[in-house]
């Protein structure tokens, strides 16, 4: 069957067309392997290659049912015009992998990065859902700046146990919490775990995959109304055929990720956080995707933008509904509407559709003022989060109040210190703990490099005999993270980490803590004679890798206070063609 090669009328001559446009012998090697598949001549002739990079792995439960929503991008893409191929990319699972999904963020950022790089694409598709697959694709497209479009596979659906939601995560804890205290049972515990994920998709709590969702949303990175349709709902899969259809035409316009993620989008973000009482990861996620694009975001952004936003989204683990609830009520435009009627928006920021977000937002209406509350009902009227520096922390550690016990954000305690995780798995469920609920919880070696990765274990459990007591809650600080669908009073990410010689490294059993969240400040209460005598004691531990990523990652890991991405992948490196070896 010959045909002739006639490429189609484009504004520009498209990327991809360097390995299929035209009838030179690298131009048939590349076509003619292709078509192996049964691709018909056409589909080379000069319409866009659209990649759907998706994170879909049977060992990222979240990501289970990304598939099928790959089908439906593909069918919006092909109206369009566009040819789409599915590209399977690097995936992290939070529930799965050892000793961190963390660890591995940068990997797969930058596995996206070089096979958008590498291969025929003029266009990608973000196909992602897990806590870690929504930044890392983030950071791989900010890196490349070519066309790119976030789909995420929704949250799933609400968890019931007798009568009571169930939200992922945010249960999990309470119920293990409760089941130490002597107030439920191991039995009733596994009856629940039926209840928690009962239908594919992620957390439906306000967890670090719907923050991230609702990050790329407010970013302006995906179509307006995509972070909260549960996963099996109809409507998601006509989100991914929409946004199929819409990178076709992103990709004539030539709208890339540095054109809709400015440095007014990522303080719409910061907003949005505060607003939905999102996770502390995305402070992480949001700083290394900034430093991908080339935007100078830092913690004073964070503190600054998030100071005076109130928490209007009544959602676990800081309120009692779900994300499905959330979805039913209107959804994130609705939260971006409030904030632009708050003077908090930068309306005029552009999005993926080809809008302001403004425009966007402007006609939406709240369906439940139960679940995205009034102003003047909101959960907390400061919930963005909060950014604390002092001796403790010298370039900052971040707390989220919303989740937080409000007698405990000022508070001073004493220290009950543990070295590194193990050390406090060994010694807190012990009676002999000298502890009491007036006391700080302290872990150290938790951080980018020192767990390697840095951990969620930043949300301690407390001790058995604290519980006892009928206590739910204590002051806790540590280098790691903690999940997003976690609760507490949690100090985190205190940098710089222990690892690196912080002086979180030197803090020892029975010193005084003083933490003032409303005045932004941590202290260790020490003269600044004996802490920098400390710090001169310290030495670095012996036990450094030599070899593999591990090596890699401890060798080049920022700190937290900078987004934690590898030193020699922040800034945007571009997609060129390269050259071509046949």
Not at 17 to 28: C, K, L, P
Not at 250 to 257: G, S
Request: proline content about 5%; glycine content about 10%.
């Amino acid at each position: 069957m010959s045909m002739s090669f006639k490429p189609a009328q484009w504004p520009r001559r498209l990327r991809s067309q360097e390995w299929f446009g035209g009838t030179g012998r690298d131009q048939i090697y590349h076509r003619g392997w292709m078509k192996n598949q049964g691709f018909p001549h056409d589909m080379f002739d000069g319409r866009p290659v659209i990649g759907i990079l998706n994170t879909w792995s049977e060992l990222t439960p979240c990501n289970a049912h990304l598939r099928d929503l790959a089908e439906r991008v593909k069918n919006g893409i092909y109206e369009a015009g566009g040819f789409p191929v599915e590209v399977p990319v690097f995936s992290a699972a939070e529930s799965s992998f050892r000793p961190t999904a963390m660890m591995f963020r940068n990997l797969a950022a930058l596995a996206v990065e070089e096979a958008m790089r590498g291969q025929p694409m003029d266009g990608a598709v973000l196909l992602v859902g897990c806590d870690k697959t929504t930044p890392s694709l983030l950071m791989g497209a900010a890196s490349t700046d070519m066309p790119s479009i976030v789909v995420t596979g929704g949250p799933m659906l609400n968890g019931y146990f007798r009568g009571e939601r169930v939200g992922s995560g945010t249960h999990l804890w309470k119920f293990s919490e409760a089941v130490k205290a002597g107030e439920m049972t191991a039995e009733d515990f596994l009856e629940a775990e039926a209840s928690m994920s009962r239908s594919p998709g992620s957390c439906n709590t306000m967890g670090t995959a719907s923050s991230m969702a609702s990050m790329s949303e407010a970013l302006g990175m995906a179509l307006s109304g995509n972070a909260t349709i549960p996963a099996v709902d109809s409507r998601r899969r006509v989100m991914a055929q929409l946004s199929g259809r819409r990178i076709v035409q992103m990709v004539k316009d030539d709208l890339k990720p540095s054109d809709v993620m400015t440095k007014n989008a990522f303080e719409n973000a910061i907003r949005t956080n505060g607003a939905i009482g999102g996770s502390t990861n995305a402070v992480i996620h949001l700083l290394a995707i900034a430093g991908r694009v080339g935007i100078d975001l830092s913690l004073d952004d964070w503190d600054r933008c998030g100071r005076d936003v109130a928490t209007i989204v009544n959602l676990m683990p800081s309120g009692k509904y779900l994300m499905e609830e959330f979805f039913y009520a209107g959804g994130l435009p609705v939260v971006l509407k409030r904030l632009g009627e708050a003077g908090l928006l930068h309306k005029d920021a552009l999005t993926v559709s080809g809008e302001t977000m403004w425009d966007q937002v402007k006609d939406v209406v709240n369906h439940n003022e139960d679940v995205i509350l009034p102003v003047e009902k909101a959960l907390t009227q400061q919930g963005g989060i909060a950014v604390l520096k002092g001796n403790l922390a010298p370039k900052g550690a971040v707390i989220k109040p919303s989740a937080a016990s409000p007698h405990l954000l000022q508070h001073r305690g004493r220290a009950v210190v543990f070295e590194d995780i193990d050390d406090y798995k060994a010694r807190i469920n012990d009676d002999a703990l000298d502890v009491d609920e007036t006391c700080i919880l302290v872990l150290k070696n938790c951080g980018p490099k020192g767990y390697p990765g840095m951990a969620e274990v930043g949300n301690m459990g407390l001790p058995p005999k604290i519980l006892k007591k009928g206590i739910t809650d204590m002051v806790r600080i540590s280098d790691a993270r903690m999940s997003g669908t976690a609760y507490g009073t949690v100090i985190l990410h205190t940098s710089p980490e222990a690892a690196t010689g912080g002086p979180l490294a030197v803090v020892r059993n029975g010193d005084m803590i003083e933490i003032d969240v409303p005045g932004r400040h941590i202290r260790l209460d020490i003269s600044d004679e004996e802490l920098a005598a400390r710090l001169a004691q310290w030495s670095e531990p012996a036990d450094r890798p030599t070899s593999g990523y591990e090596w890699l990652h401890q060798t080049h890991v920022q700190g937290a206070d900078t987004g934690a991405d590898l030193d020699f992948l922040r800034g945007c490196r571009g997609a060129p063609v390269g050259r071509d070896s046949h």
